[in-house]
């Protein structure tokens, strides 16, 4: 299996008494998010509890209940492990289920990933990337680009983690997870424009060519143009103004 960029940052080790539930939390932030493409296998259940600081029955127990759910698919043998599939639909109990946000949390959302986002654009770009990280990036964009509407928002993910990762600060690219998180929920509440997605595609060529011309100011501009224009949206469909 190719190695999968940004997983081992994402699964810092697990730090409330709750070893099951953050288990799982994380877990579903690597599937939703598209930090393990669907059809590719997890790290191995060593690496991964080592990564979470969990125990390996917690682990199972995770995994057992994710492959009930439809997000993975054991298989045994030599070349066997778990692999990530998508479910047909939510299943009831895992499905997280957000609420319209009131202005606050709206604000805070939309701010701190202008902030984060804007970061890990620049320093990606001052980088020194490997060739690995420039095939990913392109491979991550042209996915993007040729996402339907069933995978787009995780594709797109995928593409801002990879950018995040690029930047080689594991705080970062955890926060630029988080945040993504949030976003991704809230963007679930409204419909995919098909002009968005266009306009939103094109902006994802610019940010990585600059990235990957190591121009930090072009890297940056495009980020905050882009986390600009997810915000207008957000903020006409879900009836709230700027502050």
């Known amino acids: 299996m190719s190695e999968v960029p940004g997983v081992g940052p994402l699964l810092g080790p697990v ?56 997000y993975l698919e054991v298989r045994r043998g030599r070349y066997g492990g778990a692999f990530v599939c998508e479910p047909q639909e939510e299943p009831e109990g895992i499905a997280v289920r957000v609420e319209k946000p009131d202005p606050g949390e709206l604000d805070d959302a939309l701010q701190f990933r202008m902030i984060v986002d804007t970061a890990a654009a620049g320093r990606a770009a001052a980088a020194a990337l490997s060739p690995a990280q420039v095939e990913a990036l392109r491979s991550a964009l042209a996915d993007s680009a040729g996402a339907d509407e ?48 266009e306009h939103s595609q094109e902006q994802h060529r610019q940010l990585v060519e600059a990235v990957i011309a190591g121009d930090a100011a072009t890297a940056e501009a495009v980020a905050a143009e882009h986390a600009a224009g997810t915000e207008s949206l957000l903020r006409g469909f879900l009836g709230e103004q700027s502050g």
Do not use: K, W
Not at 50 to 68: D, F, K, P
Not at 155 to 169: K, N, T, Y
């Open 15 to 70: 730090r409330s008494g709750n070893a099951f539930e953050e288990t799982m939390a994380r877990m579903l932030q690597l599937i939703r998010l598209g930090s393990v493409p669907v059809g590719e296998r997890l790290p191995s259940e060593r690496e991964l509890a080592e990564q979470l600081g969990v125990s390996r029955s917690t682990l199972r127990e995770v995994i057992a209940e994710l492959q009930r759910a439809g």
């Open 150 to 197: 069933h995978s787009y928002r995780r594709l797109d993910s995928r593409l801002h983690l990879l950018v995040a990762e690029c930047a080689g600060i594991p705080s970062l690219l955890r926060a630029v997870a988080d945040v993504r998180t949030r976003i991704n929920h809230l963007l679930d509440m409204i419909p995919l424009l098909q002009v968005n997605l």
